[in-house]
């Protein structure tokens, strides 16, 4: 069983940056693909970024050249860099894990979930 927790959102103007966190225990974290998720009041849970056990990362293209997700595998972290923030960025940003597995964008695909943290941007 993984437990997944989320840090480091907040409220920021637009163009601004943010850094995401998420601390992952209880499971071989170096195996699994980590992905990174989004959900907008009214809207569906969307696809942001994932990186996978063995460093490769996806990106989804409304992020690409803004958002950049790392991961330490020494600490069982994985980081989402945000910048160049845009209101339609807001949203609560979910961790998700899949063990072994390619990154994918559903998140039907994915087994464990953090409880996620809110990002506000203004404009």
């Known amino acids: 069983q993984v437990q997944l927790v989320e840090s480091g959102g907040g409220l920021v103007q637009a163009g601004g940056s943010l850094r995401l966190s998420c601390a992952a225990s209880g499971g071989a974290f170096s195996t699994y693909t980590m992905g990174w998720f989004r959900q907008a009041p009214g809207k569906e849970r969307e696809f942001v970024a994932a990186i996978a056990w063995n460093t490769v990362r996806t990106y989804a293209d409304s992020v690409k050249g803004r958002f950049t997700v790392s991961r330490d595998n020494s600490n069982n972290m994985v980081d989402l860099q945000m910048n160049i923030l845009e209101p339609e960025d807001t949203a609560v940003y979910y961790c998700?894990?899949?063990?072994?597995?390619?990154?994918?964008?559903?998140?039907?695909?994915?087994?464990?979930w953090g409880q996620g943290t809110q990002v506000t941007v203004s404009s």
């Open positions: 998700a894990a899949r063990r072994f597995l390619a990154p994918t964008a559903q998140p039907e695909d994915y087994t464990y």
